[in-house]
C-alpha cells in the first residue's frame, strides 16, 4: 500500500500536543503482509512486525524495531481496510508524534 500522511501532532514538553510539521507530508509504502515498510526518499525499507493482519472488520497491526521488544510499544502502525469504509486509512504512533492518514492499494 501507499499511504500519505495527512496531519500529524507531536507531544511538547508542556504536555501539550501542537502540530508536527516535520511529520506532516510523509508519504511511506508498507507490505502489510511482510511488514516492509519504505518512506518516499530511503534507500531501503524497515523492516517492521505484523502483530495481527487485518480483514474487513480489523485493523492490520504492525510494530517496528522488533528486535528490541522493549521499544515495540514506540512504534506502531495500524491500517483502517474495512469494508464498511470507503477509505483506507492508518495511524500511526513513533515515540511522541502520531500521525493519520489515507492508502491506496498498490
Known amino acids: 500500500m501507499h499511504c500519505q500522511t495527512k496531519s500529524s501532532v507531536k507531544l511538547t514538553d508542556a504536555g501539550s500536543l501542537e502540530t508536527d510539521p516535520v511529520a506532516s507530508n510523509i508519504e511511506f509504502t508498507v507490505d502489510v503482509l511482510s511488514g516492509a515498510v519504505r518512506h518516499k526518499y530511503a534507500g531501503k525499507a524497515i523492516q517492521w512486525m505484523v502483530l495481527r493482519a487485518g480483514d474487513g472488520e480489523n485493523d492490520t497491526i504492525l510494530v517496528g524495531q522488533s528486535t528490541d521488544p522493549a521499544r515495540i510499544p514506540d512504534l506502531v502502525l ?29
Not at 495500524?78 to 492499494?105: E, H, M, Y
Open 78 to 106: 495500524r491500517i483502517r481496510d474495512w469494508a464498511s469504509q470507503p477509505t483506507i486509512t492508518f495511524w500511526k504512533n513513533v515515540l511522541g508524534s502520531v500521525s493519520s492518514g489515507t492508502c491506496t492499494q498498490l
